[in-house]
Nanobody, 117 residues
Framework: QVQLVESGGGLVQAGGSLRLSCAASGSIFIFSRPTMGWYRQAPGKQRELVATTNTGGSTNYADSVKGRFTISRDYAKNTVALQMNSLKPEDTAVYYC?????????WGQGTQVTVSS
C-alpha cells in the first residue's frame, strides 16, 4: 500500500553533514498528506523519533537533534528529506523513513549513518 525508498546514508566525520531522502508512493497519497518523518535505531537501542512533519507542515524534533537537523517535505513529489549538520558519533544509527496514516505505520528499509570521531 505504501512504498518508501531511502537514500543518502554513509560514513562521515564528526562535524560533517549528510542529507537523507525518502521517496514515498502509494494510494494513500492520492487524497491525503499523512505525517512523514525519520526515526533511527542504534545498536542495542530502541528505535527513536528523530523528526516528523505533519499534514499542515508542522515539525517536531527530538531534543538531541534540535538546531542540527532539519526536516523538509515536497508534497507534490511525496518526498521527505533530513538535512543533518554538525553530526556527532552518537548520531550513528540506521535511519528509517516513516509514514503514519490513521494509526498505521509504514517503514522504509533503513539507511546506515556512521559518524566517526
Amino acid at each position: 500500500q505504501v512504498q518508501l525508498v531511502e537514500s543518502g546514508g554513509g560514513l562521515v566525520q564528526a562535524g560533517g553533514s549528510l542529507r537523507l531522502s525518502c521517496a514515498a508512493s502509494g494510494s494513500i497519497f492520492i487524497f491525503s498528506r499523512p505525517t512523514m518523518g525519520w526515526y533511527r535505531q542504534a545498536p542495542g537501542k530502541q528505535r527513536e523519533l528523530v523528526a516528523t512533519t505533519n499534514t499542515g507542515g508542522s515539525t517536531n524534533y527530538a531534543d538531541s537533534v534540535k538546531g542540527r537537523f532539519t526536516i523538509s517535505r515536497d508534497y507534490a513529489k511525496n518526498t521527505v528529506a533530513l538535512q543533518m549538520n554538525s553530526l556527532k558519533p552518537e548520531d550513528t544509527a540506521v535511519y528509517y523513513c516513516n509514514v503514519e496514516w490513521y494509526g498505521a505505520n509504514y517503514w522504509g528499509q533503513g539507511t546506515q549513518v556512521t559518524v566517526s570521531s
